[in-house]
T-cell receptor, first 112, second 113 residues
Framework: GENVEQHPSTLSVQEGDSAVIKCTYSDSASNYFPWYKQELGKGPQLIIDIRSNVGEKKDQRIAVTLNKTAKHFSLHITETQPEDSAVYFCAASMGTGNQFYFGTGTSLTVIP | DVKVTQSSRYLVKRTGEKVFLECVQDMDHENMFWYRQDPGLGLRLIYFSYDVKMKEKGDIPEGYSVSREKKERFSLILESASTNQTSMYLC????????????FGSGTRLTVV
């Protein structure tokens, strides 16, 4: 099956700096890549996603890039704020059947 | 506001007990999933279901079973709880189709003593 690796496992940044989280996947058939944010005591929430026919997608301070050839995708958060502190998960799916394969998570801390 | 509701936030059970974790969604989603979340291991799929009375094993089904008698409800059953099943359990649902993001519940933190 698919294998998703995520780095780094922990990340600390100063407020206002950018944060980048990277994921790689193994199966070239994967075509949908969502990112989830999990705040303390809550379930993961979808924050942005990208499909394989797109190279980049932006939503305000959050962007995701996809390199299909290299089989990696990244989450970029600009102008970080303390409320961005959370655990972030990447995932990959082949679409059919909707089963997602998750990375192991990145704990992001934004230092005020 | 659409929701996936897990019946318990925290649960403490004894070894050998039969444990039921309940999940209800109000979005008329066809797909429902149970994951467990452990530090350093991320989210691992236990079971999933694409339709009523239908179930499929995920990556770590051993020691678990599921029940989906109604479209909106998906139950996870620990037949005989063991300490290595202490974990955070997350239920999710999604629409059928090419690919749609999951909607997760808030999770149930289960401790088996």
């Amino acid at each position: 099956g698919e294998n998703v690796e995520q780095h780094p496992s922990t990340l600390s940044v100063q407020e206002g700096d950018s944060a980048v989280i990277k994921c790689t996947y193994s199966d070239s058939a994967s075509n949908y890549f969502p990112w989830y944010k999990q705040e303390l005591g809550k379930g993961p929430q979808l924050i942005i996603d990208i499909r394989s026919n797109v190279g980049e997608k932006k939503d305000q301070r959050i962007a995701v890039t996809l390199n299909k050839t290299a089989k990696h995708f990244s989450l970029h958060i600009t102008e970080t704020q303390p409320e961005d502190s959370a655990v972030y998960f990447c995932a990959a799916s082949m679409g059919t059947g909707n089963q997602f394969y998750f990375g192991t998570g990145t704990s992001l801390t934004v230092i005020p | 506001d659409v929701k996936v509701t897990q019946s318990s936030r925290y649960l403490v059970k004894r070894t050998g007990e039969k444990v039921f974790l309940e999940c209800v969604q109000d979005m008329d989603h066809e797909n429902m999933f149970w994951y467990r979340q452990d530090p350093g291991l991320g989210l691992r799929l236990i079971y999933f279901s694409y339709d009523v009375k239908m179930k499929e094993k995920g990556d770590i089904p051993e020691g678990y079973s599921v029940s989906r008698e109604k479209k909106e409800r998906f139950s996870l059953i620990l037949e005989s709880a063991s300490t290595n099943q202490t974990s955070m359990y997350l239920c999710a649902s999604s629409l059928v189709g090419t690919a749609y993001g999951y909607t997760f519940g808030s999770g149930t933190r289960l401790t088996v003593v």
